[in-house]
């Protein structure tokens, strides 16, 4: 079963501009701290420092976290690409497992952002301008007077195409994905030859599987029952998503 939807061709004259304005920046070397994002759980930690550039974290006893930073960013709904870069640190006795990124609307419900987990970057797709908040989860182990710093958040916006002439002219789309559940069974129906990435997260925004595959496919999990967001991205793009009960 395949969804189309009725969208219009457009005969555009146009001209690229790739020129990315700064949104936000704050950390090391900018002056900028991190005043006005949302910490939680700010007091599972014995020590939280805001320094005129950066957020340490400090916990003596140790354990293992996951670290939230939200903040609304009311420009990004201008851009419909949206660039971003974060610096974290495991300064001493502590270890980063991974970060995560997550974008909404409304603060409420998030959309996964496919973080490089080799440089925490991303390019985040705005197309309908409807992003404003943004949410960085750093997954880390403290051992006995651990101690993390996050050094550095930029969100910069591209908006890449210039429209100057417009007719419009009926054309089909579909899209390439199909998802289902069955049991605990999803199922992911495509005739793409091309790579993609199946990413589950929990209503917590925590992503808890990732599978690359190609063609159609069936995963068999053995979550905990509740709800989960299926989402696909190909080739760092963000394609289709739903929401799932097991």
Known sequence: MTKI?????LSISVSKSFTKDILLECGTATRNGFSGWTISPYDAFDN???TDETV????????????????????????SLLDLTVEIYAIENCKVNYVDAFVSEDGKTWTTVLLDQTNFKAIIHN????YQFLKIAINAS??????????????????????????TQPQLISNPFFIFCFNKSINVETKSDAPYDIIFSNIAGQIVYTETTTGSTRIETDLPEGIYVISIFQNGEFLQSKKVVF
Do not use: H, P
């Not at 939807?5 to 061709?9: C, I, N, R, S």
């Not at 916990?59 to 009311?74: K, V």
């Not at 101690?147 to 908006?159: D, F, H, I, P, S």
């Open 142 to 167: 403290f051992q006995s007077a651990g101690y993390l710093q996050c050094a550095y958040v930029k969100v910069e916006g591209e908006n890449d195409w210039e429209m100057q002439e417009i007719e």
């Open 56 to 79: 340490d974290f400090y916990s003596d006893n140790g354990g293992d976290y996951t670290i939230s930073l939200t903040r609304q960013i009311d420009a990004m709904r201008d851009y």
């Open 127 to 130: 197309s309908e301008g409807i």
């Open 5 to 9: 939807l009725l969208v219009f061709a």
């Open 48 to 50: 939280v420092v805001f």
